[in-house]
Nanobody
């Protein structure tokens, strides 16, 4: 059974940076696409960023392009999200997700496409 555990969230001011991490256990996810989603207060869960199983392709929602960077370390079975120039609208619970099937590609921005989820980490940006 795959487990995903996020860390790195916190309370920061607008313009600050945070780095989120997602540690996977249970099996290697080196051949699985992974992504980050977030859910703000009173909002639906939305796509933030995704990375292909090889790490060669990254995908972002428009509002975070140029500010957020997704990366993976397959040797450590970890996923990261570097968030710079944070804005108040980035306030949300951030979730790590992984696709169950190996070498799969496709609907990276759809939450239903992913099979495994972490419990989330809170990011609060004060303006």
């Amino acid at each position: 059974q795959v487990q995903l555990v996020e860390s790195g969230g916190g309370l920061v001011q607008a313009g600050d940076s945070l780095r989120l991490s997602c540690a996977a256990s249970g099996r290697s996810l080196s051949t699985n696409a992974m992504g980050w989603f977030r859910q703000g207060p009173g909002k639906e869960r939305e796509f933030v960023a995704a990375i292909s199983w090889s790490g060669g392709s990254q995908y972002y929602r428009d509002s975070v392009k140029g500010r957020f960077t997704i990366s993976r370390d397959n040797a450590k079975n970890m996923l990261s999200l570097q968030m710079n120039s944070l804005k108040s609208e980035d306030t949300a619970v951030y979730y790590c997700a992984a696709k169950g099937a190996s070498w799969a590609s496709g609907s990276y921005n759809r939450s239903a496409w992913y099979d495994y989820w972490g419990q989330g980490t809170q990011v609060t940006v004060s303006s």
